[in-house]
């Protein structure tokens, strides 16, 4: 039976702790088909990143250049999905997956939180590719980005996909580059009657929040990033409704 998502119900969503690009904290490499079957095997749902390649595919990969884990050099966006399964992981024998490689994987068996990476260049290519491949996948998944566009779009082109913004307080460097007005419509979550989210994504370091604990108040699950310890976690789900974590196992 096709899965459909439950806007007014998502504890499937926060059913399980969530697995950070993966397990992979053995030989698996983060965002490899290893590492998801490591989490699989231990019934953990499974947080990934997506980006968008030279020829629109998008990739199961968290940096925009290759130059940390891959033989190779330049941003993931230069290359064409064949140009990336040529270029080894600097460890372990696994190769970049499309996500439609992905999500054939893991063939609905565990909860998918799918962060799509943004360019803040207004560019859709990954957000529409990312709803074509799965609009006939049966299996539970909620989409999610740091862009409040990316977000947007999904809202207007596919209301019934179940979305989520990533966030936290807005004040590392990372975002000098955006405009101002970008800024503070992210940190203020102003940006809800466009991207009318179902779930948030919030870095525990900054919580509590007062944003996002009155959009948890009204209703909608808050999950966390990234849990490295039981500690963090006790104190982290003072705050929010599930973990996405690293670097051990969680009951």
Known sequence: MRFTPQLRDLNWLVHRPIAHRGLHDGTAI???????????????????DLQVTKDGEAVVFHDDE??????????????TLKQLKAMPFKSGTDRVQSLAELIEQVDGATTLVIEL????DGDECLTLRALDVLAAYNG?????????????????RSPVTVRGITADRVVDPYYAPLPVAKRLAMRSFSHLPETRPHFVSFDFKGLPFAPVNSIREAGHPVITWTIESP????????YCDQVTFQGYHPA
């Open 66 to 79: 290759v130059d940390r884990l891959l033989d190779g050099k330049g941003l993931v966006k230069n290359f």
């Open 117 to 120: 990476k943004s360019h803040w």
């Open 30 to 48: 983060e965002n490899s088909s290893s590492a998801f079957a490591a989490a699989m095997k231990l019934n953990y749902s499974i947080e990934c």
């Open 231 to 238: 500690a963090d976690a006790a104190a982290a789900l003072r």
């Open 140 to 156: 539970p998944y909620g989409l999610m980005s740091f862009d409040p566009d990316m977000i947007a779009c999904i809202a207007d």
